[in-house]
């Protein structure tokens, strides 16, 4: 791989897992910030199972962010930079799903959801330089 497309999946890596350790830690630690992406309805539908599910859910980002500051760090091939995209492809799906089919999400969830669009394209498209 060139130096300029290593340079650039670095970017991405690092761009990708900041961007999603900021989610990770505030659904991990301060759960209550997540009600700026609520409707009423969701904020209102909150229990202590809820607040468990945040925890888990910040967790699992975190995870994910690690490993792509791991990656940033490597040599990847194509197929890394693909499941990277698909990673980011299926979070948006999620995001898109909840916005459509529950009461539970404001707009404003639509900023993460652009945000990991974004990164779905931006590694589909970097895949595709790598040979």
Known sequence: MGTSITNKTRVFFIAMAAYWLVFGLITALYPKLMDLFQTSAGINAKTAF???????????????????????????????????????????FAIAYSLLATPYWSLLFLVPGVGCL?????????AGKVK
Request: hydrophobic share 65%.
């Open 50 to 92: 809820s607040n468990h599910i945040w925890l888990h859910d910040g967790l699992d980002i975190i995870a994910i962010s690690v490993l792509l500051f791991v990656l940033s760090r490597e040599a990847v091939s194509r197929n890394a930079l693909r499941a990277a995209a698909i990673v980011a492809a299926l979070v948006t």
């Open 118 to 126: 974004f990164f779905a394209i931006w590694g589909f498209a970097l």
